[in-house]
């Protein structure tokens, strides 16, 4: 503030400002205005300390909740729908057409909340077991303050089974108590006639000894070893309590063999059927991550069987997604409109043998 009050008065201004980040998190501020798509805060950093991760190396902090309870007011007041400024401009987004209006009222009642993990909210636990208390209080504020869509940013999947309670509790907590969605969790994904909370979680690998290399601290109180186990088990106890996770995967790190990815590929099969959506990528350098110097991973470099790990992922994704138009030329359409958006985007154009084979796995055609 004050460097902002110098420049309003017509001060001169250093040329460099440093500044240092806020240790007590009561101090953070609050926010004045309305966030955009209902984002809150309510914790800052990690502290498993993944290589390939930036916000790992900050400071971990917890919001208070009272700094929480203060902005989710402040963003539910000003997002508030008002029927009569109902806009009936259609909009195609990622969940389908929607008029303004829907995505309005949609909107409304959600509340996004940004955090590295939420089961370390509060957390004092040197495992990262959850503080299984703090986190029931503040999902019952946000329930309480008639938050309809809660949707954490993102779930770390060894806590979950550690702590399986924790999870159950949760979801008991959002479900609505009345109502035409009695019942049903306060989620934004439907999907086969109910409702899930949407988010997203770090899978990586299915290879122990890329976990113990590169990010040990993923599976803690587990052992890199369990690690498959732990995913297949922590993704059951989500889809039974009725979360979809959106599952990160990271191809191509540094020092990775076709071992490394048969691993992965291994487990990819023992979740078939799961309730997930697969994001796989290629490893990148991030600029102030511990494996910054290492080269960034691209499909050219890519072997075989890593590039089978997409091939598995994408057609796992059209299966799930794709169930209403099973065997329809829907699915065909659906399935390469979207392969041929996500080639485009990792801008894989210089291999077209793979593209081919992976359109072709990915849309089902026959003979694949």
């Known amino acids: 503030p004050r460097l902002v ?19 007590d998190p009561a101090r953070i501020p609050c926010i004045r205005r309305a966030s955009i798509y209902g984002i809150v805060e309510i914790s800052r950093g990690c502290g498993r300390a993944c290589q390939f991760c930036s916000p790992t190396k900050r400071l971990r ?17 000003q997002r508030k729908h008002v029927p009569s400024r109902n806009d009936d401009t259609r909009v195609l987004t990622p969940m389908g057409s929607h008029t303004r209006g829907e995505l309005a009222r949609q909107q409304a009642g959600m509340i996004f909340l940004s955090t590295e993990d939420i089961m370390l909210y509060k957390c004092k636990d040197p495992k990262f077991l959850p503080n299984t208390e703090a ?27 550690a702590s399986p309670d924790t999870i159950v509790k949760m979801s008991e907590v959002i479900r609505f108590a009345d109502g035409p969605l009695k019942g049903e969790v306060r989620g934004f994904v439907n999907y086969k006639k109910h409702k899930y909370v949407g988010v997203e979680t770090g899978l990586e690998t299915g290879s122990p000894r890329i976990i113990d290399k590169y990010m040990r601290g993923k599976c803690i109180p587990f052992t890199p070893e369990e690690w498959p186990d732990v995913v297949v088990q922590s993704i059951g106890l989500l889809n039974d309590n009725y979360w979809f996770p959106f599952a990160s995967l990271m191809t191509g790190m540094p020092g990775e063999t ?52 997409f091939i598995k992922c994408w057609r796992h994704n059209a299966r799930t ?13 659906l399935a390469y409109q979207g392969a041929l958006l996500y080639n485009l985007y990792y801008r894989w154009r210089g291999d077209k043998r793979f593209y081919e084979k992976f359109v072709k796995n990915v849309t089902m055609w026959p003979g694949t």
């Open 258 to 309: 076709d071992d490394d990815a048969i691993k992965t590929l291994e487990l990819l099969d023992r979740l078939d059927g799961a309730k997930l959506f697969y994001a796989p990528m290629c490893f990148t350098a991030l600029g102030d991550c511990t494996l910054r110097k290492s080269r960034s991973a691209n499909l050219k470099g890519l072997s075989d069987a890593q590039k089978e790990i």
């Open 321 to 333: 997604f794709l169930y209403p138009v099973e065997g329809t030329p829907g699915q065909l359409l």
């Open 5 to 23: 009050h110098d420049a309003l008065d017509g001060k001169v201004l250093p040329d460099v400002v440093n500044g240092e980040p806020i240790q």
């Open 135 to 161: 986190i029931i209080e503040l999902l019952a504020m946000l329930v309480r303050l008639g938050v309809h869509t809660i949707q954490p940013a993102h779930i770390a999947l060894a806590p979950v089974v």
């Open 61 to 77: 902090r917890d919001i208070p909740l009272s700094t929480i309870e203060r902005e989710v007011k402040i963003t539910m007041q």
